[in-house]
C-alpha cells in the first residue's frame, strides 16, 4: 500500500467515526500539516492550454487553481470528474482530460496512466470543415486510407447522428480506440482522439506521437479539400 493511499484510509476512518470533513480529520491525523501548495502546472500536458481554454473558458493555470481550491488532491477520480461536470459545468470528455492531467501532476498517476494501471494516448485536431466531412475521413476506407494507411483502425457501426465512434487499433500495439466528433460551426469541427489499453509508458509515447502526427496529415488533406483543391481529394465530394 502507497504512502498517500493509508494516509486517504486512516483519513477517511477519522471521518465515519467523527463526522469530520475529509480537510478537518486530515488536519487531526497530520497535525501541524502546513497548508499544501499551489500544484505544479504540467510541463508538457496532453491538452494545450490555448485549446482548454477555447472549450472550457480556463486554462490549465486557471483549473489547477480552481481545483486545489476545492482540495481535489482529497478525492477520488470519479469524484474529481463528477463535480467539473455537475458544479463548473464542463463537457464531459474535458473533465475527463482535465482530472487526469490534475493527477498527474499531483503524483497520483504516470503520464498517459490510467487509475486501472493500464495507459492511454490521446490527441486532437480541430479542422476547417463540418463535422459530417470530418466524421467520413474515419468512416469511409478511401478517405482513411489517404491518412491513414494500412487499415489500422476497425470501427463499429454508429448511427449517422452520433457524436462518437469506438473501434479497435489493429497495428501491432493493439488496444482500443475511442474518437469524439464535436461541430464547432457549420463550418469548423473538431476530432477527440483516445487510444486505450496502451500496455505501457514507451508504448504511450510511441502512440501519442503517432496520432499527434497522423491527425496532423488529416488536417492539411481536409484543409486543402476546403480550399478548393477538391479534385486532389476527390472522394469527399459526395460528403456535404
Not at 479542422?127 to 486510407?145: C, G, K, M, N, Q
Not at 508504448?203 to 503517432?210: D, G, P
Not at 476546403?226 to 465530394?237: V, Y
Request: aromatic share 8%.
Amino acid at each position: 500500500m502507497t504512502r498517500q493511499k493509508s494516509l486517504k484510509e486512516h483519513v477517511r476512518a477519522r471521518m465515519e467515526k467523527t463526522g469530520e470533513s475529509y480537510t478537518a480529520a486530515r488536519r487531526q491525523v497530520v497535525p501541524g500539516e502546513s497548508k499544501r501548495p499551489a500544484t505544479a502546472l504540467p510541463e508538457k500536458p496532453t491538452i494545450s492550454s490555448a485549446s482548454l481554454a477555447q472549450a472550457t473558458g480556463q486554462d490549465w493555470a486557471a483549473w489547477f487553481a480552481v481545483l486545489d481550491a476545492w482540495e481535489a488532491h482529497t478525492h477520488k477520480h470519479a469524484e474529481i470528474a463528477r463535480w467539473l461536470v455537475q458544479d463548473r459545468g464542463v463537457d464531459g470528455w474535458w473533465a475527463q482530460g482535465i482530472t487526469v492531467e490534475y493527477e498527474r501532476c499531483t503524483g497520483q498517476r504516470a503520464l498517459g496512466q490510467r487509475m486501472t494501471g493500464e495507459f492511454e494516448s490521446n490527441a486532437s485536431k480541430s479542422v476547417p470543415v463540418s463535422r459530417e466531412r470530418l466524421i467520413a475521413a474515419f468512416t469511409d476506407p478511401a478517405a482513411r486510407e489517404r491518412w491513414l494507411p494500412g487499415d489500422l483502425l476497425q470501427l463499429n457501426d454508429q448511427k449517422a447522428e452520433s457524436s462518437s465512434i469506438s473501434g479497435r487499433y489493429l497495428g501491432g500495439d493493439g488496444g482500443r480506440i475511442a474518437l469524439y466528433f464535436t461541430a464547432k460551426d457549420e463550418s469548423r469541427s473538431q476530432v477527440a482522439l483516445r487510444h486505450l489499453g496502451v500496455a505501457d509508458a514507451e508504448a504511450h509515447a510511441r502512440l501519442t506521437e503517432f496520432w499527434h502526427e497522423r491527425l496532423g496529415v488529416l488536417r492539411e488533406l481536409l484543409a486543402g479539400a476546403a480550399g478548393g483543391s477538391i479534385k486532389k481529394l476527390a472522394f469527399f465530394k459526395r460528403v456535404s
